[in-house]
């Protein structure tokens, strides 16, 4: 779906911004653009925002646009789940995890978050597993 708005700051994202449908109750909302940059604003308690802290972006005049998240290459696809992660499936194939990861739920092989300290590019890329469909 198309973002629009009346506020002429915001303008330059949200002019064919595709918004990731966020989980209810979820603190932050992020986006990808025609130009396949994915734009995240609202909470950060565990780096959801993936720019390497965990400060809120927008509750503040003067935060948005918020820069695009550094993913090491360009988005098709944002999901994200309760609000507390999100995932960027880029076009070359790879995914890119940030936020909370208590339960190693990222794919990085260990349990810390990811985006409170570093950003989705520097942590590379996350695990990907093959999931075959059974007919019957």
């Known amino acids: 779906r198309e973002v629009r708005s009346s506020n002429a700051q915001n303008s330059a994202?949200?002019?064919?911004?595709?918004?990731?449908?966020?989980?209810p109750?979820?603190?932050?909302?992020?986006?990808?653009?025609?130009?396949?940059?994915?734009?995240?604003?609202?909470?950060n308690g565990y780096g959801q925002l993936g720019n390497g802290d965990t400060g809120?972006?927008?509750?503040?005049?003067d935060e948005m646009p918020p820069a695009p998240v550094a993913l090491g290459g360009d988005a098709v696809m944002l999901a994200s789940h309760l609000g507390s992660f999100t995932c960027a499936l880029l076009v070359d194939g790879t995914l890119r995890c940030w936020g909370s990861n208590?339960?190693?739920?990222?794919?990085y092989g260990?349990?810390?978050?990811?985006?409170?300290?570093?950003?989705?590019?520097?942590?590379?890329?996350?695990?990907?597993?093959?999931?075959?469909v059974a007919r019957g």
């Open 13 to 23: 994202i949200c002019s064919g911004v595709s918004l990731m449908t966020s989980p």
């Open 25 to 43: 109750h979820s603190t932050h909302a992020c986006a990808v653009d025609s130009d396949k940059k994915v734009w995240c604003w609202g909470g």
């Open 56 to 61: 809120a972006i927008g509750d503040e005049p």
């Open 102 to 107: 208590q339960y190693g739920q990222l794919g």
């Open 110 to 132: 260990h349990g810390d978050p990811v985006g409170d300290g570093e950003t989705p590019a520097t942590a590379g890329p996350a695990a990907l597993f093959p999931i075959g």
